[in-house]
T-cell receptor, first 111, second 111 residues
Framework: EAGVAQSPRYKIIEKRQSVAFWCNPISGHATLYWYQQILGQGPKLLIQFQNNGVVDDSQLPKDRFSAERLKGVDSTLKIQPAKLEDSAVYLC?????????FGPGTRLLVL | RKEVEQDPGPFNVPEGATVAFNCTYSNSASQSFFWYRQDCRKEPKLLMSVYSSGNEDGRFTAQLNRASQYISLLIRDSKLSDSATYLCVVNMGGGGNKLTFGTGTQLKVEL
């Protein structure tokens, strides 16, 4: 079974630029999550989708971050404009129930 | 107080040793508990679920104490390949299957 796919794997941008990340969950998984993992910390939930609806986006910095899952499958996470403190690994996960399966992540460096 | 608290380590142990990690959580209404493993520069992967009755999987034993809001992971006969960061994860309840991660405990198993 194919796992969660993410792209790009690495991205380097300058502050104030915009960036987008893409996630393709495991087939059939209705729930999709985006996490931010800063070096030395555990993953922090940014947003959770159930099919194409948002379940929880309470920790998403909505002034600069946005996410969508238009057809209930793939999802994109965007940051505009990026700040230095956005440097982190952005992990996508999907779930058929309680267990979450993570993708390899996108490593973002903001200079 | 952090929602999920772990000693970051690192724990440096010789091969064959027994090592134990502890974790505390703040929300007494939390519903389910997990240990995830994260290798360096990789995504987190589910190691095991934690039940009130305890849970054993080979060399790994997880225990939950709801009264003390405390979770533990015991690794017996440590292998070099056990070197990783172990993340304590709590489903805080309230619907939506939202997981809260600790910062992780780093384990280094040495020859």
């Amino acid at each position: 079974e194919a796992g969660v796919a993410q792209s790009p794997r690495y991205k380097i941008i300058e502050k104030r630029q915009s960036v987008a990340f893409w996630c393709n969950p495991i087939s059939g998984h209705a729930t999709l999550y985006w996490y931010q993992q800063i070096l030395g910390q555990g993953p922090k939930l940014l947003i959770q989708f159930q099919n194409n609806g948002v379940v929880d986006d309470s920790q998403l910095p909505k002034d600069r971050f946005s996410a969508e899952r238009l057809k209930g499958v793939d999802s994109t996470l965007k940051i505009q404009p990026a700040k230095l403190e956005d440097s982190a690994v952005y992990l996508c996960a999907s779930s058929p129930g309680e267990t979450q399966y993570f993708g390899p992540g996108t490593r973002l460096l903001v200079l | 107080r952090k929602e999920v608290e772990q000693d970051p380590g690192p724990f440096n142990v010789p091969e064959g040793a027994t090592v134990a990690f502890n974790c505390t959580y703040s929300n007494s209404a939390s519903q389910s508990f997990f240990w995830y493993r994260q290798d360096c520069r990789k995504e987190p992967k589910l190691l095991m679920s934690v039940y009130s009755s305890g849970n054993e999987d080979g060399r790994f034993t997880a225990q939950l104490n709801r009264a003390s809001q405390y979770i533990s992971l015991l690794i017996r006969d440590s292998k070099l390949s056990d070197s990783a960061t172990y993340l304590c994860v709590v489903n805080m309840g309230g619907g939506g299957n939202k997981l809260t991660f600790g910062t992780g405990t780093q384990l280094k198993v040495e020859l």
